[in-house]
């Protein structure tokens, strides 16, 4: 069993450097995908740098087709059995690869979820190997100290010598803050301990996935009109289909370059592209989940839900129901009515 590494990448050319580095560092070597998305800075370069390491396949888009199409094609290009989704500012320690091709071995018709954690000390850096300052971070970069410095950065020879250099920096969650640790948290728990949870799709994951490659194309990919829950929305549609959610070990560390994250509850354009494909309790009730991890939720504590099986309860109860105001409704009304307990005699 063979598997390809589908890289989306756009304008991010000294962290893709890193990523392919740590792609060429794998104890299991893998094809390397990679979809330079309308990129106008130096990624053409880097490629051209990284095509004596790898088993490289390169995709240029002139024009930026967006995540969700960039895999899509990525993975069509692709000729391995296995297709693992990475991102272009993401490093992979050296058995990412091995641990999702166990995985597949072990068992058919998995969508396989690594470990996947960030690195906040890349923030400030437009290169974090040289620590160059992106703009509007020339004075923090300035004022750091040379040790600092040298802490904070990532350098090609720890990727290749002294990985463990790398991974006690990092934490766990894709970006950095309570919520989306808490958030990991209780994914990886899901997927390490509730197999048959009804709703463990919402457990994938952006990056460090996989799936069988012919399942991806057959089943058309990812939405093209989301950039955001995609990879939620895909493995819904693969669960109802008969496929099953797993966790691996292999992980990933997400080199962080902005401040925040992409909360979904502030970009709120892939609720109506996946509610209307999915018109589900569960997809109504997935932003409350979302709020309830939030440190300054408004919702009333007998309305959060903490974790999938929570969820699925919830969503449970609301069968039947259409839209997705009427999900919440219900469901903040329910929890909000105080239940009687029965008092054995």
């Not at 490093?91 to 979820?113: F, K, N, T, Y």
């Not at 969650?173 to 048959?196: C, N, S, V």
């Given at each position: 069993?063979?598997?390809?590494?589908?890289?989306?990448?756009?304008?991010?050319?000294?962290?893709?450097?890193?990523?392919l580095v740590s792609l060429a560092c794998q104890s299991e070597r893998p094809e390397v995908v990679v979809v330079?998305?309308?990129?106008?800075?130096?990624?053409?370069?880097?490629?051209?740098?990284?095509?004596?390491?790898?088993?490289?396949?390169?995709?240029?888009?002139?024009?930026?087709?967006?995540?969700?199409?960039?895999?899509?094609?990525?993975?069509?290009?692709?000729?391995?059995?296995?297709?693992?989704?990475?991102?272009?500012?993401?490093?992979?320690?050296?058995?990412?690869?091995?641990?999702?091709?166990?995985?597949?071995?072990?068992?058919?018709?998995?969508?396989?979820?690594?470990?996947?954690?960030?690195?906040?000390?890349?923030?400030?850096?437009?290169?974090?190997?040289?620590?160059?300052?992106?703009?509007?971070?020339?004075?923090?970069?300035?004022?750091?100290?040379?040790?600092?410095?040298?802490?904070?950065?990532?350098?090609?020879?720890?990727?290749?010598?002294?990985?463990?250099?790398?991974?006690?920096?990092?934490?766990?969650?894709?970006?950095?803050?309570?919520?989306?640790?808490?958030?990991?948290?209780?994914?990886?728990?899901?997927?390490?301990?509730?197999?048959?949870?009804?709703?463990?799709?919402?457990?994938?994951?952006?990056?460090?996935?996989?799936?069988?490659?012919?399942?991806?194309?057959?089943?058309?990919?990812?939405?093209?009109?989301?950039?955001?829950?995609?990879?939620?929305?895909?493995?819904?549609?693969?669960?109802?289909?008969?496929?099953?959610?797993?966790?691996?070990?292999?992980?990933?560390?997400?080199?962080?370059?902005?401040?925040?994250?992409?909360?979904?509850?502030?970009?709120?354009?892939?609720?109506?592209?996946?509610?209307?494909?999915?018109?589900?309790?569960?997809?109504?009730?997935l932003p409350l989940l979302w709020e309830s991890l939030n440190d300054a939720t408004s919702l009333p504590e007998?309305?959060?839900?903490?974790?999938?099986?929570?969820?699925?309860?919830?969503?449970?109860?609301?069968?039947?129901?259409?839209?997705?105001?009427?999900?919440?409704?219900?469901?903040?009304?329910?929890?909000?009515?105080?239940?009687?307990?029965?008092?054995?005699?």
């Amino acid at each position: 069993m063979r598997a390809s590494v589908v890289v989306r990448s756009k304008d991010e050319a000294d962290r893709l450097r890193l990523t392919l580095v740590s792609l060429a560092c794998q104890s299991e070597r893998p094809e390397v995908v990679v979809v330079n998305d309308g990129s106008t800075d130096h990624t053409g370069q880097v490629l051209d740098e990284m095509r004596s390491e790898l088993d490289l396949v390169i995709i240029h888009h002139e024009v930026p087709a967006g995540r969700s199409s960039a895999a899509n094609v990525g993975a069509a290009q692709a000729s391995g059995d296995i297709v693992i989704f990475l991102d272009g500012d993401t490093l992979a320690e050296r058995d990412m690869v091995a641990r999702h091709v166990e995985q597949h071995r072990l068992s058919d018709g998995l969508i396989v979820r690594g470990e996947t954690w960030h690195l906040r000390c890349t923030r400030p850096f437009l290169d974090p190997e040289t620590g160059s300052a992106r703009q509007g971070e020339e004075a923090k970069v300035a004022r750091m100290s040379a040790a600092e410095l040298s802490r904070s950065v990532v350098m090609r020879e720890q990727i290749r010598g002294a990985f463990d250099t790398v991974d006690r920096r990092a934490q766990p969650g894709i970006y950095p803050g309570f919520g989306p640790r808490k958030l990991y948290e209780l994914e990886m728990e899901a997927l390490r301990t509730q197999p048959d949870c009804a709703v463990l799709w919402a457990a994938a994951s952006g990056a460090n996935q996989s799936l069988g490659r012919q399942v991806f194309l057959k089943t058309g990919g990812f939405h093209p009109d989301l950039t955001i829950n995609e990879h939620r929305e895909l493995a819904l549609r693969l669960c109802g289909q008969g496929l099953r959610m797993a966790a691996c070990k292999g992980r990933t560390y997400h080199m962080i370059h902005r401040s925040g994250w992409r909360d979904p509850l502030k970009e709120l354009n892939w609720e109506d592209v996946f509610y209307q494909a999915h018109p589900l309790p569960e997809v109504a009730l997935l932003p409350l989940l979302w709020e309830s991890l939030n440190d300054a939720t408004s919702l009333p504590e007998p309305s959060r839900i903490l974790s999938l099986s929570e969820l699925a309860i919830a969503s449970d109860r609301c069968k039947g129901l259409e839209g997705r105001q009427a999900v919440r409704d219900a469901h903040l009304r329910y929890t909000a009515t105080p239940k009687v307990k029965l008092v054995a005699r």
